[in-house]
């Protein structure tokens, strides 16, 4: 970018360079405008040239993102920093969940889709028979976290079958006394991502293997994970999950549940979700770009190495986990 001090100093040449011109112009009007309008322009772009990276390109237009709203915090947080550097990019980013932003996607709609699972062969399938090619970025780090009410005072942790019994399909836990004996015979309220969310596809794998989310009058569903924080927090008896972000930033109002799946109990921190100690809940996030806006359009492909570049210590601020710097750099290789 081109300095305050040297936007003032090109000022002043041009200033003197109108005099002369001027001057000139008084013996030879029309001689002098042709002349002088051939030797200023060279120089001009010559200097802009010389000074100014490609980076520092003032580019407009709009990139459009959609997605999960686990990843959502990530590409917002990048979107907020790109504008200043390109304030005439717009990069609105919206929360329709992975599923939802991968349908997008795949017809066209999107430049970039938010995911917090990898693109299912069906999901993949659609996109080629739209003659779209992508290329999948990790981005960061989440561990999808448990969480009851800040006022639950007996849940010390759950292990991964007793999840598996209150949120699988067919699941006859209607109490938490259900759950374990020792516990209140009280109403469960469950909160859970939608069928769209890659957070639901995630944990159906990790916890139910894939035997599906009960769908009855214990459980509430929302694509918006505030949705279910709010839910969760407004019931002494509920249970939810969601990305790690969103119990970081509404911690003061909801308790973590420590998750034991086989090695004792662990609950998600910066170091259990980088390290995976955190297990079977700790997950990559991705963002998926199309190859052919990135190539036909600068703004697109300016916004990924922005994204790309920087999100590592944009993630900690938003409650992610950065990849090392190795994997970021390999994720920067694909874009060039």
Request: charge should be negative; hydrophobic fraction near 35%; include cysteine.
């Amino acid at each position: 970018m081109i300095s305050k001090k040297k936007r003032v100093l090109s000022f002043t040449l041009a200033s003197v360079g109108a005099i002369m011109l001027l001057a000139t112009a008084c013996g030879n009007k029309e001689e002098g405008t042709t002349g002088g309008a051939a030797s200023n322009k060279p120089a001009e772009t010559a200097q802009v040239s010389n000074t100014a990276a490609p980076s520092d390109a003032k580019l407009t237009g709009t990139v459009r993102v959609d997605g999960s709203s686990t990843v959502f915090p990530l590409t917002e947080a990048a979107a907020e920093e790109f504008r200043v550097e390109q304030p005439d990019v717009r990069v609105p980013v919206g929360v329709s969940g992975t599923g939802g932003g991968f349908k997008q996607f795949c017809a066209g709609e999107l430049e970039i889709a938010n995911a917090s699972r990898p693109i299912k062969d069906e999901e993949a399938a659609a996109c080629t028979d739209s003659g779209i090619e992508f290329t999948e970025l990790s981005v960061a780090y989440d561990g999808l976290s448990v969480v009851v009410s800040k006022e639950n005072d007996f849940i010390d942790h759950l292990t991964k079958e007793e999840l598996n019994k209150i949120f699988i399909t067919g699941s006859t836990v209607n109490t938490w006394k259900d759950v374990r004996d020792t516990w209140p015979d009280t109403p469960i309220q469950i909160f859970s991502p939608g069928a769209d969310s890659g957070t639901y596809d995630y944990f159906n794998e990790a916890i139910l293997d894939k035997e599906g989310i009960r769908n009855d009058k214990a459980i509430v569903f929302s694509e918006d994970d505030n949705t279910l924080v709010t839910g969760v927090t407004g019931s002494k008896d509920s249970i939810g999950y969601f990305g790690f972000a969103y119990y970081e930033e509404n911690k003061d109002n909801l308790k973590i549940v420590p998750i034991d799946g086989g090695a004792g109990p662990v609950s998600p921190t910066f170091d259990t979700i980088k390290d995976s100690s955190y297990s079977p809940l700790s997950r990559p996030l991705y963002v998926y770009v199309n190859n052919k806006a990135m190539e036909e359009r600068p703004e697109v492909k300016e916004f990924m190495n922005f994204y790309i570049n920087n999100i590592g210590p944009m993630a900690a601020e938003v409650g992610y986990v950065a990849l090392p710097d190795e994997k970021y750099a390999e994720e920067a290789a694909k874009i060039k």
